[in-house]
């Protein structure tokens, strides 16, 4: 049982470059969503999913989009990186869309310059 | 608007004292409450959590306290050792959305 991976670990993009970061778990867990996190500050909710294909925007949503197309993936696609992007990212994952414990991965860091 | 705030954003204790480590929410909705753990390099790690309709709970080594009438949330953790140190991040639930709302996070340092 692997929990909640996520690729790559590190990136470097130039501004205008398209990525994606890859998330997956295999809990059976209903419920994904993303989180970036910056330094002096908490985890910002980016987009989320509460099943195979939902999903749902939080409070960072600009600049990046979500498919959830299984139960297992959940993707976060930059179109057109820009410096503010920089940043650590985080995937999570929980069994119910209002069981509130969260399981997250180790973290994709991009860097945009 | 909503908000989660540590009070402090480094604390730094002897090893085998006790930790406080408090935060402070603004939405009276919020029913739930989570204490995460981040060590560095790595995704944050569920400790406690705790319900509205509740005051205190107790985890191994681990104590969250709840005062909704000032909207105030601790996480005490008796003996620190080492390997506690990291970053911890209270998270509130506002009104039974399933989302989560994180505070900024306090750096727990412990001194040998």
């Known amino acids: 049982n692997a929990g909640v991976t996520q690729t790559p670990k590190f990136q470097v993009l130039k501004t205008g470059q398209s990525m994606t970061l890859q998330c997956a778990q295999d809990?059976?867990?209903?419920?994904m969503s993303w989180y970036r996190q910056d330094p002096g500050m908490g985890l910002r909710l980016i987009h989320y999913?509460?099943?195979?294909?939902?999903?749902d925007q939080g409070e960072v949503p600009n600049g990046y989009n979500v498919s959830r197309s299984t139960t297992e993936d959940f993707p976060l696609r930059l179109l057109s990186a820009a410096p503010s992007q920089t940043s650590v990212y985080f995937c999570?994952?929980?069994?119910?869309?209002?069981?509130?414990?969260?399981?997250f991965g180790p973290g994709t860091r991009l860097t945009v310059t | 608007g909503e908000s989660v705030g540590l009070h402090l954003p480094t604390l730094s204790v002897q090893e085998g004292d006790n930790s406080i480590i408090n935060c402070a929410y603004s939405?009276?909705?919020?029913?739930?409450f989570i204490w995460y753990k981040q060590e560095s390099g790595k995704g944050p790690q569920f400790i406690i959590d705790?319900?509205?309709?509740?005051d205190k709970r107790q985890g191994q080594r681990v104590t969250v306290l709840l005062n909704k009438t000032v909207k105030h949330l601790s996480l005490q953790i008796a003996a620190t050792q080492p390997g506690d140190s990291a970053v911890y991040f209270c998270a509130e639930n506002p009104g039974n959305t399933g989302k989560l709302i994180f505070g900024q996070g306090t750096t727990l340092q412990v001194k040998p």
């Open positions: 809990m059976n867990h209903e419920y």
């Open positions: 705790i319900r509205s309709n509740m």
């Open positions: 999570a994952s929980k069994e119910l869309a209002y069981s509130y414990e969260q399981y």
């Open positions: 999913s509460v099943g195979a294909g939902i999903t």
């Open positions: 939405n009276s909705a919020s029913d739930y």
